[in-house]
């Protein structure tokens, strides 16, 4: 390779410049490995870190090594980071197994860039304010009270605005995952009080809002300065209420600003989901269920009902959570044109 052939010392960081799109295929199990954890003992893995285009890999390996949870993690990481999938075949596989692991043929790995590079830039000069993952409200130096959010749906949902062009401030609570798309600026935070403050700071100047964060609704009281002891009596935590981010978005929300809402729902879902609209002056609401297998915290996938304020609502099917992004951004697309 031209990085080892004596021209420079910085030959991958030109390389990662110059190209419009890298494409890792075959990406083994070891090369997934190292992407994810930045390893950086090869001219791929130098390229790779350098890169400001959008990656593409397609994975081929046996589907033992496929299926491995370690492999599975890497690659969750990976598509959190804003790199791009392209899905293993099934299929006869070099060890004479069956399964999952074959790669892409090299016709469908070219309909794929050819599709994401002819996808229209729908949301282009358009900035978009994401919030994802859950808050943690501090008890004391040691505790917390939390929820299951992964941020997966918030990330997802900042790669595909960002692939459709978009500027996204992705206001982001606590979580493993994060993303490194060029189009999109993360925003850490870890109470409410911080996702609020970022939110309000950066919508004025966006054209919409997607509040796909699950917002802790209360925080206790007092913060312990000191870890709390424990006695032998019931012990409890005074809480009061959070701000409603969501709430005060849509209230302060200009004719030309679009906001979407998330409603996470145990019961009564549809009817919940409705009365959130008009609570919190949503143009539209996207619906998951708990109740629903596969869907909403920590999965890979979510099965999603959009409600618009006329009440209307489309159903779609458990997807993953890119291709659900990918229904939002539509919606949204859509509703900023018309
Ligand atoms: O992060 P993942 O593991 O991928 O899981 C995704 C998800 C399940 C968290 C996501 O799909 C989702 O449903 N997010 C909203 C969860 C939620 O808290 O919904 P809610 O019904 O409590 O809140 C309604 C809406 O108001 C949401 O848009 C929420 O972001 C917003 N809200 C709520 C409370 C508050 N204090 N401020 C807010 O902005």
New binding site residues.
Partial sequence: SSVSSGEGWNNHVEMGLWADAMIVAPATANTLAKMATGICDNAVQAVYLSARCPVFFAPAMDLDMWQHPTTQGNVERLISFGNHMIPVGFGELASGLTGEGRMAEPEDIVTFLDNFFDKEQKLSGKKILI???PTYEKIDPVRFIGN???????IALANEAADNGAQVYLVLGPTHLTTDHPGVEVINVTT?VEMRDNSVRLFPDCDAGI???????YRPKAYAEQKIKKNDQDFTIELVE?????KELGQSKKADQLLV?????TQSEEANAKA?IKK?NFDFI?L?SLNDKGA???YDT?KISIIGKDNKIKNFELKS?TEVAGDIIDELANRLEG
Avoid at 148 to 154: D, E, L, R
Avoid at 242 to 246: C, E, K, L, R, V
Avoid at 261 to 265: D, I, M, R, S, V
């Fill in positions: 919030t994802a993952g299951y959010s992964s941020g997966k749906m918030g409410a509040l796909a964060a699950a917002v802790a609704d959070n701000p409603d981010i969501a809402g998330f409603a996470l729902e959130k919190k996207v998951n909403g915290f920590g979510n959570k």
